[in-house]
């Protein structure tokens, strides 16, 4: 897998195939067919396949990239004193990754099958993706431990929403609690 292009123009046309893999995502993997997602970005099939060889690639990317942008945005302002950012903050972040995962079947589809695979583009993505996820969050709470634990309690209430063991509802809820509790515990410590 190439990296991404650094040239306006490029980057542009790498960023169009991207927006274009979200409306995919949402209807799963198997619906992710590179040769339609290159006819609806209007880049050639080659230019696709030299930025992603394969539909997981294209996916995990477009998460990876929502990441950066949710990395971006998490960043404590100016205004708020170093290692106090308010539990909103926390709520908030931990919130879009779940909705990131939830609502994108094909994420999700990626993030369990191709755990970590012998091609070693995918295997460097997964640990870019899992970097990426644990900074965001990290950012909000200020605490490794903490973000790792939430990244587990998003990833199990993920699949208890697909198994329909949870609404999403319920889910919000929970993560919530969650997020308020390490919040909590934290600050006691």
Partial sequence: MAPPPTLP????????????????????????????VAAKADVPLGTLYRYFPSATQLVLALY???????????????????????????????MEIFHMRLMQPAVEQCLNRAVYVK?????????????????AVTAACGDAAIAR?????????????RCRRLSLFEAEEDLKKACSLLQRARQAA
């Fill in 149 to 161: 634990v939430l990244l587990l309690t998003v990833t199990g209430l993920v699949q208890a929403v």
């Fill in 64 to 94: 990876r990239k929502q990441l950066n942008d949710l990395l971006a945005g998490s960043s404590p302002t100016a205004g708020k004193a170093a290692g106090k950012v308010a539990a909103p903050d926390l709520v908030g972040v931990t």
């Fill in 119 to 135: 091609d070693n583009d995918t295997t460097r993505l997964l640990r870019d993706i899992d970097a990426t996820a644990e900074k």
């Fill in 9 to 36: 123009r490029q980057r542009l046309r790498y960023l169009r195939i991207l927006d274009v893999a979200a409306g995919f995502a949402r209807k799963g993997l198997d619906s992710v067919v590179l040769s339609e």
